[in-house]
């Protein structure tokens, strides 16, 4: 438990950090994919784009951040013949936008690739690219009941600390990493340098983060069929809970309360705050501000008791795929409704006390805790949605994962239907 606590902690110490989707893409909305050529900054790297870059050429249309496809610092007919070629998949090189907000190089194909973190190895499934994989991080490997496969390949450690021994030894083309921060192995690349190993930083685990990563990446790994069918699947979740939310009255919103451990909370600006809000909640510390990136911010119980919410969400660190034991979550839920005073409040009394593990709204199959919070919130809007149907369907179609639901994991408590 503690090591999980700790682990969470470097976790969210490098949510956020230079992203450069987070303040301009929220879910459900439209993203750039973040690869140089991408001229008009959609989803999709295609003959638009050509029209764009002729456009820019002919002095009607404004130079865009992705339209130097070539990356040599001027608009021409050679970013034209690299946005044919990565339509076709011909490109020998990939210019892109990563994590840290910095214009970088990958080469292509790839081959053999190292991939750390574990939401960043689910979109290697989706994407159908697990036989390219040559090597984990230890996360990966801990988690062998949901990774049964990946789990089983050499580790490069812990992804704090990279073992570069190991990484120069399984020899791949590219290391997909997050990003490069105090805990994100900065010295990644001067120690890859001259080596042919490409350093590779996205953003994976936060719901605006993750599906452009993994379109991005679907690009680098000949992928992009695979990715415009996930998008179009999981946007059918995310429009029919914004259609459905749309009709329930601003003044029947449910005042929500996420009950973050260490007697904190999550406030506008963090991925939780967004989901409950997306699901048609009002998070009822939206404009608190403290804690990491001042969107974790400590709160009083006598101010909760104040606020008096009608229903609470509280995160767990524990649960998951991995354990089969309920009483973690449970745990957590009477922790959770024996906070002073917390007897006297609307969403105690009417037992609507939720408690999810946060792995639900994180990394690219973030949909299935929001329909979870939706249900949770209006299950009579959402009672046609069961998630362990949505999870099931996950899994088995994108994470090609055997995963009996009924008998194993813990996603919710005191129900996850
Ligand atoms: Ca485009
Ligand atoms: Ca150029």
């Known amino acids: 438990m503690k090591s999980l606590i700790w682990l969470f902690c470097c976790f969210v110490s490098i949510i956020g950090m230079g992203s450069v989707f987070a303040d301009d893409v929220q879910i459900g909305e439209p993203f750039t994919v973040q690869i140089m050529g991408n001229a ?34 001027i608009i021409d007919q050679a970013d034209i013949e690299q946005i044919n070629k990565i339509i076709s998949g011909t490109e020998d090189t990939i210019f892109y936008v990563n994590l840290n907000d910095d214009v970088e190089s990958v080469k292509h194909p790839l081959n053999n690739i190292i991939v750390v973190y574990d939401n960043t190895a689910e979109i290697i499934r989706i994407l159908g690219a697990q036989d390219k994989v040559v090597g984990v991080d230890s996360m990966i490997l801990e988690k062998s009941k949901y990774f049964p496969e990946l789990s089983q390949l050499p580790s490069i450690g812990e992804r704090k600390d990279c073992n570069v021994e190991k990484i120069l030894e399984l020899d791949p083309d590219a290391v997909f990493i997050h990003a490069k921060s105090e805990s994100g192995c900065p010295d990644l690349e001067e120690k890859l340098k001259d080596k042919g190993i490409d350093v590779v930083r996205l953003g994976t685990w936060e719901s605006h983060t993750a599906v452009p990563s993994l379109m991005l990446m679907a690009y680098m790994l000949d992928k992009v069929d695979r990715a415009n069918q ?48 997306f699901a048609g909640g009002k998070n009822i510390a939206k404009n608190l501000a403290g804690g990491f990136q001042s969107v ?54 009417n037992n609507r006390v939720y408690i999810t593990p946060y792995i639900n709204v994180l990394g690219p199959g973030y949909h299935i805790g929001l329909v979870q919070f939706a249900k949770w919130l209006y299950p009579e809007q959402f009672g046609d949605l069961d998630v362990k149907i949505v999870q099931d369907e996950y899994m088995t179609n994108w994470q090609n994962l055997y995963f009996d639901l009924n008998n194993h994991g813990v996603f919710g408590y005191p129900v996850s239907t």
């Open 230 to 277: 996930y998008v179009t699947y999981q946007e059918k979740y995310l429009n029919t809970i914004k259609e459905r939310v749309a009709q329930i009255p601003e003044e029947k919103r449910l005042r929500v309360f996420i009950d973050r451990p260490g007697d904190t909370t999550t406030s506008k600006g963090s991925g939780y705050s967004e989901s409950v809000e």
């Open 40 to 73: 008009n900054l959609d989803q999709v790297v295609d003959q638009q784009d050509i029209v764009f870059i002729q456009e820019i050429i002919g002095g009607t249309k404004e130079k865009t951040k992705l339209a130097d496809a070539n990356n040599d610092g």
């Open 296 to 349: 974790l911010p400590a709160v009083d119980s006598e101010w909760v008791v104040k606020e008096n919410p009608e229903v609470i969400i509280g995160l767990s660190w524990d649960g998951g795929h991995e354990t089969d034991d309920i009483d973690v979550l449970k745990k957590r839920y009477d922790e959770v409704v024996a906070k002073p005073g917390f007897s006297s409040i609307d969403a105690v009394k």
